[in-house]
Every structure is written in C-alpha cells, then in structure tokens.
C-alpha cells in the first residue's frame, strides 16, 4: 500500500477512536510499557505530548516524575526537534502546531536512554511513518540501532510490513497496547 494511503486510512481510523478509548487503550499501552525493564532501568527518558488522538503519554511522565527520572520533551525549532527537559507537566505549553512543548535549556537526545516516538504506522520490522514533515526522522537518525527508539502505537497501527524509505528513523523496540515487538534484539 503506497505511503499517502496508508497514513490517510490509519489516521481516519485513529480519528474513530472514542476518548474512553484513546484512555483506556493508551493506559494498558503505558502500563505495559513500565512493566519493561527497558524503563525500569532507564534513567532519562524523551516523551511526546499527544495530539489527534495518538497514544497517551501522562501515566508514564507522571511515574517517570515521581521515580526521580529526568524527563524530556520535544520542541519544534526550524526544520528539526530540540529536546528540553521538564520538571512537570504544567511547563508544556503550545508551540508550533498547536502541540504542548517545552521551554528552557536543550538537551541532546542522545542523553536519553529512552526516546518514546510516535507515528501514523509501524511495521515488525521497527519501520515507521510519521505525519510526513520528517522532524523525527531528521533529529534521530544518530540514534538508530543504539537500542534507545521505541514507537508507541494502538495495535490497528502495527502493520506485518510497510514501504520505508532511506530517511525513515527505525525503531528498536515498538509498544502497542497488548504487545512488545523487540525489533532489535540488544535490546533487553
């Protein structure tokens, strides 16, 4: 299925997606998540604030928070993502596309053991499809294959096999709310 398609269908499907649903799927997702010991042990952490009803992040960046680990946000600066830390949840606010970022001091994501990325569709094999501007993909690629990309997504996302493309960022592990797919296997 050609890469337009693809997005366009999963994201009217997204869109049916009731709010009990967005919540009660995205909890088990979070839940499953934290039960890793990817983020047990991880001391850092990137999370993304949701829009258009993707995968909720709060239940993560709230025990995050209160386990004592530092937390980052993305920020949209140019054409790439600056990530930044935040204490707290109320220090996001709207930034470019409407989406809650962070202000203050950058960080370079490759101070995160975990960077939570989220997209339009992934496949088992770690490929993802974002919204198409590439914010992502420009500021990860760096970080491919190191063990630290995890895409969170609802299981109608998780495709057997989508059409990458040579800029398309990888993930090494992917979460849905009843599965874990470990695409790289140093991970874990």
């Known amino acids: 299925m050609p890469k337009h398609a693809l997005r366009t269908g999963t994201l009217a499907r997204r869109r049916e997606l009731s709010p009990e649903q967005v919540s009660c799927q995205s909890l088990a997702l979070q839940l499953r998540f934290m039960a890793l010991p990817e983020y ?3 001391q850092v952490l990137a999370l993304y604030a949701p829009i258009h009803r993707e995968v909720e992040t709060s239940a993560v960046a709230t ?3 209160a386990a004592g680990k530092t937390l980052l946000y993305p920020a949209v600066e140019g054409s790439e993502l600056q ?3 935040v204490q707290g949840l109320n220090e996001l606010v709207p930034g470019r596309y409407g989406i809650p970022e962070p ?12 960077v939570i990325v989220p997209g339009v ?8 499809i974002g919204y198409g501007k590439g914010y992502y993909d420009k500021s990860l690629h760096r970080l491919e294959g190191a ?7 609802y299981d109608f996302q998780l495709f057997e096999e989508i059409v990458g493309e040579p800029h398309d960022v990888t993930m090494d592990l992917i979460v849905t709310e009843s599965r874990v797919v470990r695409v790289n296997k140093n991970i874990g």
């Open 103 to 114: 202000v203050g001091e950058d960080w370079d994501p490759q101070a995160a053991d975990l």
């Open 83 to 85: 990530f930044r830390r």
């Open 121 to 128: 569709a992934f496949d088992r094999a770690g490929q993802r």
């Open 63 to 65: 025990a995050a928070l």
């Open 147 to 153: 063990g630290r990309l995890v895409g969170f997504c």
């Open 40 to 42: 047990q042990q991880a």
